[in-house]
């Protein structure tokens, strides 16, 4: 398996304008994790999914943000109007809740700079 | 609410010395508990887990943890650390709970690994 694919893998882009990113779990996998990373606020869980359903969008940090998952082998996350402190590395992460508790593959991460 | 701590930001070894690295954790049962390693500009790779069992464990490149539960600690360690081990490490706890699929992390440990 290629493990988890994320695209683009750097994003820059204009305040205002919109963004996506797309994450592609392992197949078979049925959970999806969006996390942001940033040097003042660490890791910070965005959102997650359970076969498609998001369960936990908590730390999503606005309406700016959305993120889908319409099938089980994609999902977006999406930031209209973007803004400058948005700028961070995005990652997204699978795993499989069918045989108990496993770990979470990453994706190697989209770095967006909104300018 | 669980939590993770990682009271370490920063340190710094000397190459061919022993390393820990502390993780504590804050949950009502016992968890699930990971280490993952980032390199720059990469996606968290997964060096070791614990489930149940044995409470040393094994992981790749050496690595090697144990669970505590009195102390509710999770450290990482290595007997002799190589240069290459110079990243970024990151504890995290999972829930372990029917139908919760949450997976905290710790603000993270840069390593830097000196000749």
């Known amino acids: 398996d290629a493990g988890v694919i994320q695209s683009p893998r750097h994003e820059v882009t204009e305040m205002g304008q919109e963004v996506t990113l797309r994450c592609k779990p392992i197949?078979?996998?049925?959970?999806l994790f969006w996390y942001r990373q940033t040097m003042m606020r660490g890791l910070e869980l965005l959102i997650y999914?359970?076969?498609?359903?998001?369960?936990?969008d908590s730390g999503m940090p606005e309406d700016r943000f959305s993120a889908k998952m319409p099938n089980a082998s994609f999902s977006t996350l999406k930031i209209q109007p973007s803004e400058p402190r948005d700028s961070a590395v995005y990652f997204c992460?699978?795993?499989?809740?069918?045989?108990?508790?496993?770990?979470?593959?990453f994706g190697q991460g989209t770095r967006l700079t909104v300018v | 609410a669980q939590s993770v701590t990682q009271p370490d930001i920063h340190i710094t070894v000397s190459e061919g010395a022993s390393l820990e690295l502390r993780c504590n954790y804050s949950?009502?049962?016992?968890?699930?508990l990971f280490w993952y390693v980032q390199s720059p500009g990469q996606g968290l790779q997964l060096l070791l887990k614990?489930?149940?069992?044995?409470?040393l464990v094994q992981g790749i490149k050496g690595f090697e943890a144990e669970f505590k539960r009195s102390q509710s600690s999770f450290n990482l360690r290595k007997p002799s650390v190589h240069w290459s081990d110079a990243a970024e490490y990151f504890c995290?706890?999972?829930?372990?709970?029917?139908?919760?699929?949450?997976?905290?992390f710790g603000t993270g440990t840069r390593l830097t690994v000196i000749p």
């Open positions: 999914f359970n076969n498609n359903v998001p369960i936990d």
């Open positions: 614990y489930f149940s069992g044995d409470t």
């Open positions: 995290a706890v999972g829930e372990k709970q029917t139908g919760a699929n949450n997976l905290f």
């Open positions: 197949s078979g996998h049925n959970s």
């Open positions: 949950y009502g049962a016992t968890p699930y």
């Open positions: 992460a699978s795993r499989s809740t069918r045989t108990g508790w496993t770990e979470a593959f």
